[in-house]
Structure formats: structure tokens, C-alpha cells
T-cell receptor, first 109, second 114 residues
């Protein structure tokens, strides 16, 4: 079966750095996405990785290792507004998105 | 105004009732999707449509039906609602010509079936 694993919840301090991991087992791979979802709101797109390596976008970076079936989202200089759930999703060989259950990130002052 | 609009935003109904959730978009995207989100689970795809004449079942289509009335409109129906269909429902669109082809979500429709 297809599976996306990410931690259920993480806590970090304002101003610090946090890394949210995602491991996947899917039938084929056509890209990995990270979305941010604030409580009660719609998910919004953060990043897309299709090749190995690091993609940096401001305070957020996303890393992919296809051989290891592994990705992480790195958030720097954490702000209170970064408190949200972070969803990892992989596009399989049929171009269908497989979603993880999300990681709830709690930021403390 | 939001690019992807869902109505109603909240709905409480009773078992056995017919419910329609509507989605309209101004992004000009051909591809539209309906997902449900339950606590502790990933988003699950119910139905998707790649153009007006194309409708496809997702992983959890049982108990649901859809209609693609126009490029901009995609509605989801629950013919006879049951309590385990209580969930947060999202409509989404995408443009496959963009590099990532990411999804653009509506604000969500929270449905409670008593």
C-alpha cells in the first residue's frame, strides 16, 4: 500500500528553527508537496520538490531524497503565525496525490 | 473575493437527507477536485474532473456523486447523508501547465450529519 508518515505534533520556540520530517512509500514518484493549513482554514501551497536537494523560499526550505523516500520542511526564525498544520503529499505514478495526516506545529513564546 | 468559493460553509443535517455542496472558481482552471478531511487522517479524494465532460472517482466515492455544470462549477452531492460523512469538505482546482501544478483550495464546507 501507499503510505506517508509524518509526526503528529511538534513544539518549537519563537525565533528558533524546526524541521518537520516526511517519509513516503508510494507506487512511483512525480513530486512531493508541502502545504500549510491553519486551524479551520484551507491548505495553502508552500513548496514542491521533484529532484533531490534543497529548495529554499524565504524562511522555509524543503529537502528531498528520492532514494530514501524522505523529505523535510525546515522553518527558520519561527513566528507565532507559523503555528499551523503542515501537510506532506506525494504524487504517485498515476499523478494522484497521496496525503500524510499532517504535523501540528505549536509555537511557544 | 476568494478564487475558489464553497457554499455552504457550515451545514448541520439529519441522517437520510440529501445535501449538495457547491464550488465555483474564477481561476480558469480545468481541473477540479473534492476532498474530505477528518481528524488524524490525510486529505482523501472523493471525485475529480479534468474538464466539463470528464468525471472520475477518487478513493472514497461511495455515497457521493458530483456534477460538473461548467468549467467554473463543480458540485458534490450526498444522496442520503449518514453520520460518518460528518467531515470538513474541500474543493480544489489546479492547472497542470504550471511547474508544480499545485492545488488551490476553497475555504471548506463543514458538514455535520446527526
Amino acid at each position: 500500500g501507499q503510505n506517508i508518515d509524518q509526526p503528529t505534533e511538534m513544539t518549537a520556540t519563537e525565533g528558533a528553527i524546526v524541521q518537520i520530517n516526511c517519509t513516503y512509500q508510494t507506487s512511483g514518484f512525480n513530486g512531493l508537496f508541502w502545504y500549510q493549513q491553519h486551524a479551520g482554514e484551507a491548505p495553502t501551497f508552500l513548496s514542491y520538490n521533484v529532484l533531490d536537494g534543497l529548495e529554499e523560499k524565504g524562511r522555509f526550505s524543503s529537502f528531498l531524497s528520492r532514494s530514501k523516500g524522505y523529505s523535510y520542511l525546515l522553518l527558520k526564525e519561527l513566528q507565532m503565525k507559523d503555528s499551523a498544520s503542515y501537510l506532506c503529499a506525494v504524487m504517485d505514478s498515476n499523478y494522484q496525490l497521496i496525503w500524510g495526516a499532517g504535523t501540528k506545529l505549536i509555537i511557544k513564546p | 473575493d476568494a478564487d475558489v468559493t464553497q457554499t455552504p460553509r457550515n451545514r448541520i443535517t439529519k441522517t437520510g437527507k440529501r445535501i449538495m455542496l457547491e464550488c465555483s472558481q474564477t481561476k480558469g482552471h480545468d481541473r477540479m477536485y473534492w476532498y474530505r478531511q477528518d481528524p488524524g487522517l490525510g486529505l482523501r479524494l472523493i471525485y475529480y474532473s479534468f474538464d466539463v465532460k470528464d468525471i472520475n472517482k477518487g478513493e472514497i466515492s461511495d455515497g457521493y456523486s458530483v456534477s460538473r455544470q461548467a468549467q467554473a462549477k463543480f458540485s458534490l452531492s450526498l444522496e442520503s447523508a449518514i453520520p460518518n460523512q460528518t467531515a470538513l469538505y474541500f474543493c480544489a482546482t489546479s492547472d497542470p501547465t504550471q511547474e508544480a501544478g499545485e492545488l488551490f483550495f476553497g475555504e471548506g464546507s463543514r458538514l455535520t450529519v446527526l
